[in-house]
């Protein structure tokens, strides 16, 4: 069983940049695949970035690619996510993810999931 802990959320002014912590318990954290995702007030949780167990290899949605960065750290069991050129679309509760295997872009292949933080930017 894994489970796993967001942190760093928080209100930030449009153009700044918080960085959001995903602390994972469990030896078989460093093998997952993990995932950020985000849903906003009245909207469908949706994808933001994944990353694969190595760290190799990562991606991202459209809306956030450039200003976003997905990185781990496996001896810390904890996944981050670095967000600048923040904007007040990037509002929403954001939520970690992990599943075994590749990263994917759906929702519905991660098995494991945090409670989530807010994110907050104000105009």
């Known amino acids: 069983q894994v489970q796993l802990v967001e942190s760093g959320g928080g209100l930030v002014q449009a153009g700044g940049s918080l960085r959001l912590s995903c602390a994972g318990s469990?030896?078989?954290?460093?093998?997952?695949?993990m995932g950020w995702f985000r849903q906003a007030p009245g909207k469908e949780r949706e994808f933001v970035a994944a990353i694969n167990w190595s760290g190799s290899t990562t991606f991202y949605a459209d809306s956030v690619k450039g200003r976003f960065t997905i990185s781990r750290d496996n001896p810390k069991n904890t996944v981050y996510l670095q967000m600048n050129s923040l904007k007040a679309e990037d509002t929403a509760d954001y939520y970690c993810a992990g599943r075994s295997g590749r990263p994917m872009y759906g929702r519905g292949e991660y098995d494991y999931w945090g409670q989530g933080t807010q994110v907050t930017v104000s105009s």
């Open positions: 469990g030896r078989t954290f460093s093998m997952f695949a």
